[in-house]
T-cell receptor
């Protein structure tokens, strides 16, 4: 079974530029999560989708971050414009359903904002 | 409100000695609890999870954790550390009737030869 795929693996941009990350969850997984992991901290949930609907985006900085999951499969996370403090690893995870389900994580995208 | 606290940011053990990684949670509801491991430049991998069945949970690679409601703890243990166990470990809490996962700040395990 293929795991969660993410691209790119690494990205370096200058502040005020825009960047987009892509995630392909495990086939058949209805729930998709985006996390931000700042160096030295645990992952923080940014947004959660159930199929193509948003379940929770309470910690997403909506003035600069956006995410979509059209067709309920792949998802993209965008930052525009980027700030220095956005430097982090962006993790995508998926699970079969919602409650209590095990989340399967992708390898992450490491973003450096200069 | 809920949160999860990992009491040690770094733990160092010698190969072959026991491992104890501590996790405490605060929750007004019965939680489900997870331990994930993250090796350098690798994705997070589930070690084990507790979801209100047996309080002693066995996971992969010889790890186990015990849910103690009275102490609000979910400590991770392994009888004998192996060099390959060196990684960062995250305790995660989730409420039953909500689906918000909260990660602890992580514990880096160093295994000395």
């Amino acid at each position: 079974e293929a795991g969660v795929a993410q691209s790119p693996r690494y990205k370096i941009i200058e502040k005020r530029q825009s960047v987009a990350f892509w995630c392909n969850p495990i086939s058949g997984h209805a729930t998709l999560y985006w996390y931000q992991q700042i160096l030295g901290q645990g992952p923080k949930l940014l947004i959660q989708f159930q199929n193509n609907g948003v379940v929770d985006d309470s910690q997403l900085p909506k003035d600069r971050f956006s995410a979509e999951r059209l067709k309920g499969v792949d998802s993209t996370l965008k930052i525009q414009p980027a700030k220095l403090e956005d430097s982090a690893v962006y993790l995508c995870a998926s699970s079969l359903r919602q409650k209590q389900e095990t989340q399967y994580f992708g390898p992450g995208t490491r973003l450096l904002v200069l | 409100a809920q949160s999860v606290t990992q009491l040690d940011s770094h733990v160092s053990v010698s190969e072959g000695t026991p491992v104890l990684l501590r996790c405490n949670y605060s929750s007004s509801y019965s939680p489900s609890l997870f331990w994930y491991v993250q090796h350098p430049n690798k994705g997070l991998q589930l070690l084990l999870k507790y979801t209100s069945a047996a309080t002693l949970v066995k996971g992969i690679n010889g790890f186990e954790a015990e849910f103690k409601k009275s102490e609000t703890s979910f400590h991770l243990t392994k009888p004998s550390a192996h060099m390959s166990d060196a990684a960062e470990y995250f305790c995660v809490v989730n409420l039953y009737n909500f689906n918000k996962f909260y990660f602890g700040s992580g514990t880096k395990l160093n295994v000395k030869p």
